[in-house]
């Protein structure tokens, strides 16, 4: 097989682990000697060996002189994990085929330096753009050290999130609330605003055929209104973190946390997105799954504190002047303001339509 294939396979494997490596980077690895594939690897969980080390430990003698893939420059740090660098070098490895370079400020480029002192053939760039599609979530956050924010909403073909009696059930069908769930696996925290834990005291859990991972609950509760016996307080099935507003008294916060719950006070008698999103980059939140309502996601419309949106239509007209859109608060008073997005992909899911969309540079 061609290079291109191999690092194709090693792509392959780490993208059935996005989601479960956070908060490292999913990565793929594979060990070729005289045209056979000896070893393959790839990164299961944080704190877990790296997928070099499961690759060459599968290919045992046959490391030596053989040819390694990664999907990800190989770290050179002690972090949980003694740096895979200095195992390719000690297995003789002699081509080292990497796709893409760590945007890990510690990592970047030390690892390929490493390689190249210690004599071995390296190639870097092989199928980068698929690569670095793998931890679009980890590459941001490397790079700004606040989350990557998704926006997720879900409405008729007239824009309603509700009728204007707040009944919502079901608008989208099976198939594009099973979607959701997929993006609750790969998100660290999923977000909404105490509105939406009032009005459908949601579980915010990840429900997939075969499991998936729960995301943190965040629930954006300026005045701490969220009722003690909501499903995210009392469920015990995913952490439960409450952000309020420098309002709060210390005895009710108490009260929250003897049940479990995080309760966070932004030093504001608000809360600002921008001050949220730093407070969760400050305690290792990634990505964060915005999935509303209508006030929480127009308060991060107003901030333009997104980088992608997925929308969902249902072909179903809710009409009313008073029944809910997708975006409240006060949006924009001039078109020419308004941020602009490219749409990346348009396709039917079930009866419904899902459109992914990516905030364009101005
Ligand atoms: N009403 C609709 C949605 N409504 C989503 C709500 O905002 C809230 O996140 C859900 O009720 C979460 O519930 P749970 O976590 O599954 O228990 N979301 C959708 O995708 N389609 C709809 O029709
Ligand atoms: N998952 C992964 C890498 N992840 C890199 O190593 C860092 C985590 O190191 P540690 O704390 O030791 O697990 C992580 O932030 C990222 O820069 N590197 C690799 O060579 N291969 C892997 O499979
Ligand atoms: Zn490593």
Same mark, same amino acid.
């Given at each position: ?103 890990? #400020?510690?990592?970047?480029?030390? =690892?390929?330096?490493? *390689?190249? $002192?210690?004599?071995?053939?390296? !190639?870097?760039?092989?199928? %980068? ?109 995913? #952490?439960?973190?409450?952000?309020? =507003?420098?309002?709060? *008294?210390? $005895?009710?916060?108490?009260?929250? !946390?003897?049940?479990?719950? %995080? ?100």
């Amino acid at each position: 097989m061609t290079d291109k294939e191999y690092m194709a396979l090693a792509i392959s494997l780490a993208q059935k682990t996005i989601g479960q490596t956070s908060p490292n980077p999913a990565v793929g690895a594979v060990v070729v000697k005289d045209g056979r594939i000896v070893g393959l690897g790839t990164h299961l969980k944080a704190g877990e060996p790296h997928a070099e080390v499961h690759a060459l430990h599968m290919a045992g003698e046959n490391a030596k002189g053989s040819t390694i893939y990664v999907t990800l420059e190989p770290c050179s740090h002690f972090g949980k994990t003694p740096p895979c660098a200095n195992l390719i070098i000690e297995k003789q490895v002699k081509r080292c085929v990497i796709a893409s370079v760590d945007s890990n #400020p510690i990592v970047t480029n030390n =690892g390929i330096a490493r *390689l190249k $002192e210690a004599g071995i053939d390296v !190639e870097v760039g092989l199928l %980068k753009e698929e690569a670095e599609a793998l931890n679009p979530y980890f590459n941001f956050y490397q790079i700004y050290k606040r989350p990557f924010v998704t926006l997720k909403t879900a409405t008729s073909l007239d824009g309603k999130i509700a009728t204007y009696s707040g009944d919502s059930k079901w608008i989208t069908g099976k198939e594009a609330r099973e979607d959701v769930h997929k993006y609750r696996h790969e998100h660290d925290a999923i977000l909404v605003g105490v509105g939406t834990v009032l009005a459908d005291d949601p579980s915010l859990t990840c429900r997939v055929p075969n499991g998936g991972i729960n995301p943190i609950r965040i629930i954006l509760d300026t005045s701490l209104r969220t009722p003690k016996t909501a499903k995210v307080v009392t469920d015990n099935e995913a #952490p439960t973190w409450i952000i309020v =507003g420098s309002g709060v *008294l210390d $005895e009710k916060k108490q009260e929250f !946390e003897k049940l479990g719950v %995080k309760v966070i006070i932004i030093k504001e008698p608000t809360i600002s997105i921008s001050e949220l999103l730093k407070t969760l980059g400050e305690n290792g939140i990634q990505s964060l799954f915005v999935e509303g309502g209508a006030k929480v996601n127009g308060s991060f419309l107003e901030a333009k504190a997104f980088q992608q949106v997925i929308t969902y239509i249902a072909p179903k007209l809710i009409g009313g002047s008073n029944a809910p859109t997708s975006f409240a608060g006060t949006g924009f008073e001039n078109i020419k303001g308004v941020p602009l997005l490219k749409v990346k992909s348009v396709e039917k899911i079930g009866d419904d339509i899902k459109i992914v969309s990516l905030p364009k540079e101005r």
